[in-house]
């Protein structure tokens, strides 16, 4: 992920959950990636970033889909919340996308 790109919009945001899935994909020899960057918490959250924001991203080498979710819970919850849904969303990029 480029630096600027973090400097420009924070480590949490669609854009670097973009660049990771798509990145992921590019420099290897995956056919589909998932990317998580979140606030688990318990601190580290602001009031534009809360605690339990997490974007995700999922990439092919034709596509790239990109979400944001808000989940409440501890730090354990949010982290598990965060992979179910990235697992669901894994599934429905794969049905939908032009593999």
């Known amino acids: 992920?480029?630096?600027a790109l973090i400097r420009e919009h924070g480590a949490?945001?669609?854009?670097?959950?973009?660049?990771?899935?798509e990145g992921a994909v590019l420099n290897s020899r995956a056919?589909?990636?998932?990317?998580?960057?979140?606030?688990?918490?318990?601190?580290?959250g602001t009031p534009?970033?809360?605690v339990g924001m997490v974007c995700f991203g999922w990439s092919n080498r034709?596509?790239?889909r990109v979400e944001t979710?808000?989940?409440?819970?501890?730090?354990?919850?949010?982290r598990l919340q965060a992979a179910e849904?990235?697992?669901?969303g894994l599934l429905d990029?794969?049905?939908?996308?032009?593999c």
Do not use: N, Y
Not at 12 to 21: I, K, R, T
Not at 31 to 44: E, L, M, R, S, Y
Not at 69 to 78: A, C, E, P, S
């Open 1 to 3: 992920v480029p630096a």
């Open 31 to 44: 056919q589909v990636a998932v990317a998580i960057t979140g606030v688990a918490g318990p601190t580290g």
């Open 48 to 50: 534009d970033k809360p």
């Open 69 to 78: 979710r808000h989940f409440k819970g501890d730090r354990k919850q949010v």
């Open 12 to 21: 949490v945001s669609e854009p670097v959950a973009h660049a990771m899935a």
């Open 93 to 98: 990029f794969l049905d939908s996308a032009e």
């Open 62 to 64: 034709l596509q790239t």
């Open 85 to 88: 849904h990235a697992l669901r």
